[in-house]
């Protein structure tokens, strides 16, 4: 796969994000699972830190971070546009390298 991608090497990762989830979901695993995780993830990430502000309100934010309907005050609402931003900045960015590539090679 690094042959074919040499070119485009943004080409790789996204290709095995997608066969990561086609794997978990011939598992059976739900994609979904994975924000379920997340918070338990970084509620202990906090406390071996000794962070303990706030715990539940960022543990919920994370675990909801992809979903706008959950945003109930200005702090989530700043999380989610932030994180469109960045989503947003990577979408542009591939398409400028795909645009670049099929202008340089095609």
């Known amino acids: ?3 074919v991608f040499k070119e485009i090497p943004f080409g790789i990762d996204h290709t095995l994000k997608v066969l990561q989830n086609a794997e978990d ?3 059976g695993e ?3 699972d994975r924000e379920k995780e997340e918070p338990a993830v970084i509620r202990e ?3 071996k830190v000794s ?3 706030n715990i539940d309100r960022i543990c919920f934010i994370i675990g909801n971070h992809d979903n706008p309907s959950k ?3 200005i702090d989530f609402q700043m999380q989610w ?3 469109l931003l960045e989503n947003l900045t990577v979408i542009f960015m591939d398409n400028e390298r795909r645009s ?3 202008n340089s090679f095609l």
Request: glycine share 4%.
């Open 45 to 47: 990430i906090l406390q």
């Open 30 to 32: 739900n994609i979904g």
């Open 1 to 3: 796969m690094k042959e």
């Open 81 to 83: 546009e932030a994180d």
């Open 100 to 102: 670049f590539f099929y």
């Open 51 to 53: 962070y303990d502000k």
């Open 71 to 73: 945003i109930d005050d």
């Open 25 to 27: 979901i011939m598992k």
